[in-house]
């Protein structure tokens, strides 16, 4: 079987820095890719990891460690309209179907 | 627009009636999910699409759930006899299999209340 595990919640303020972590067990690894849904919004994809190490998307960046199935999300410069929920996901099978995490709400304060 | 749309994006129904969903994925996508979320939940799988042929169901799409794609552009979902458990946002996402990071485009999905 294979499944994603988040924290449920996280909270920051404005301009901060905020990471949301992720463990995963699958049976196949075919890399962890990041989701981001607002509220009543479709999840919009933010990043891919395949291999190891950090990938630099702007204000966001994610890393992976495949020894350890462990990978994050690093959101900089935190703004309020990232608020929203983050999934991790990660393709069931070389289809590229995902399976994701149970999502993790981050909360922007002023 | 020439994203992923859905229809409708609610449907309040009765519990035994039939509903059907409608997918347009982006028009040069071959690859076609769907996926159901419940509130405070990451979206499940249900099935999968290459072109017109469903390569893949989850075994949570029981028997009264079937899902086409007849000439491998739209979809459909039915679900038959629905029950209350099957109110959920139903979501549909479509890739392009020549692409390799897993981006998904999510559609705006259809909210299913079943009273």
């Known amino acids: 079987g294979q499944s994603l595990e988040q924290p449920s919640e996280v909270t920051a303020v404005e301009g901060a820095i905020v990471q949301i972590n992720c463990t995963y067990q699958?049976?196949?690894?075919?890399?962890l890719s990041w989701y981001q849904q607002h509220d009543g919004g479709a999840p919009t994809f933010l990043s891919y990891n395949a291999l190891d190490g950090l990938e630099e998307t702007g204000r966001f960046s994610s890393f992976l460690s495949r020894s350890d199935s462990y990978g994050y999300l690093l959101l900089q410069e935190l703004q309020m309209k990232d608020s929203a929920s983050y999934f991790c996901a990660a393709p069931g099978t070389d289809t590229g179907k995902l399976i994701f995490g149970q999502g993790t709400t981050l909360q922007v304060k002023p | 627009d020439t994203g992923v749309s859905q229809n409708p994006r609610h449907k309040i129904t009765k519990r035994g009636q039939n509903v059907t969903f409608r997918c347009d994925p982006i028009s040069e996508h071959n690859r076609l999910y769907w996926y159901r979320q419940t509130l405070g939940q990451g979206p499940e799988f249900l099935t999968y699409?290459?072109?017109?042929?469903?390569?893949?169901k989850s075994r949570l799409l029981s028997d009264r759930f079937s899902a086409e794609r007849p000439k491998g552009s739209f979809s459909t979902l039915e679900i038959q006899r629905t029950e209350q458990g099957d109110s959920a946002m139903y979501l549909c996402?479509?890739?392009?299999?020549?692409?390799?990071?897993?981006?998904?485009?999510f559609g705006p999905g259809t909210r299913l209340t079943v009273t």
């Open positions: 996402a479509s890739s392009d299999s020549g692409t390799f990071q897993n981006e998904q485009y």
């Open positions: 699958t049976s196949g690894f075919y890399g």
């Open positions: 699409f290459q072109n017109e042929a469903q390569l893949e």
